[in-house]
C-alpha cells in the first residue's frame, strides 16, 4: 500500500527555497515514507517528545554532514503530512522552537479536515 505525502502550504515554501540536492535528498526521504508508512523506523523516523500530538515524528536526514529534520504527523486518512523541516546543527533549541510550529501546521490541517468532513478529528 502507498502512503500518501502531503506538504504543509508553509513547508512547501521553505521546501521550494532550499538546494535542488537537498529538494532531491528530501524527496527521497519523502518516497520511502510514501512506501513504508508508519512501519518506517528508525534510522530514518524518530517519535516526537514533546509535540501535544502523540503521532507527530520526524525525518532524520543527514545532507553534506549536517542533520537535517522534517517534523510530520500520520492524519485520520492516513496521510503522512510534512510540517517543518531545517537543520538542527548546533542549534540545542531546534525541537523547542519548531514542534509548537509543527503542531500549529497540523492543528490547521485537522480543521480542515474537520471542516471538509463535517466532523471533528482528534
Do not use: C
Amino acid at each position: 500500500m502507498e502512503w500518501k505525502v502531503l506538504f504543509d502550504e508553509d513547508f512547501e515554501e521553505w521546501f521550494g527555497e532550499q538546494k535542488d540536492d537537498l529538494q532531491n535528498e528530501i524527496l527521497g526521504h519523502s518516497k520511502l515514507l510514501a512506501t513504508y508508512g508508519p512501519m518506517l523506523g528508525r534510522p530514518r523516523v524518530e517519535s516526537i517528545k514533546g509535540s501535544r500530538f502523540p503521532n507527530m515524528k520526524e525525518l532524520r536526514i543527514q545532507w553534506r554532514g549536517q542533520p537535517w529534520r522534517i517534523l510530520f504527523a500520520f492524519d485520520p486518512k492516513r496521510r503522512s503530512i510534512l510540517l517543518v523541516g531545517g537543520n538542527k546543527q548546533g542549534d540545542k533549541r531546534w525541537y523547542d522552537k519548531n514542534i509548537p510550529i509543527a503542531d500549529a501546521r497540523f492543528e490547521r490541517h485537522l480543521r480542515r479536515m474537520e471542516k471538509d468532513n463535517g466532523k471533528k478529528h482528534r
